[in-house]
């Protein structure tokens, strides 16, 4: 029996467009450990620089619970971004090469217990990768008085 591992998946809506105004990005996130995967739908466009981005919604797989949840607003949340229960967003990594492997979007689904971090590789036609809560990098703690003592 193998370890259940999480998942993210985009494909893109080659049916969506301006006038019926369809999401053109669907897709889902499963954690590792759950039952049940979180459906999202984004729009995706380009920013002034060019790079790609896409905002839409995430829809957890029980309606009924998600709207009970108590919001846990002392979550951790990524830097200069903030997102209301249910919304998700995507970005272009810039860092990204052939060589150094990173995935090439990355970006962060909101749920009432916190925020999910989402990775993935544009595969050509769609995107797929990882998805986990989120946890901050840990800040590098100086050191003290007492661990710069040496004796003299």
């Known amino acids: 029996m193998s370890e259940q591992k999480s998942k993210f998946a985009l494909v893109l809506d080659s049916n969506a467009d301006e006038a019926n105004k369809r ?9 590792a450990g759950e039952a049940a995967a979180t459906r999202l739908a984004l729009w995706s466009g380009t920013d002034k620089n060019g790079r790609f981005y896409a905002r839409g919604n995430a829809t957890p797989p029980s309606l009924i619970a998600a709207a009970t949840a108590t919001v846990n607003d002392d979550a951790p949340k990524p830097a200069a971004l903030d997102l209301n229960v249910g ?10 090469t052939a060589d150094n492997k ?7 689904a909101r749920r009432a217990d916190g925020y999910i971090r989402l990775a993935g ?4 036609g769609s995107i797929t990768g990882t998805a986990e809560p989120y946890r901050p ?4 703690k100086k050191p003290t008085p007492q661990a710069r003592h040496t004796k003299g």
């Open 23 to 31: 999401p053109n990005l669907k897709g889902e996130f499963q954690i």
């Open 87 to 96: 919304e998700v967003a995507l970005f272009a990594n810039t860092k990204a």
């Open 102 to 108: 990173q995935p090439t979007v990355y970006g962060f």
């Open 121 to 124: 590789w544009d595969r050509g």
């Open 137 to 140: 990098e840990p800040e590098e």
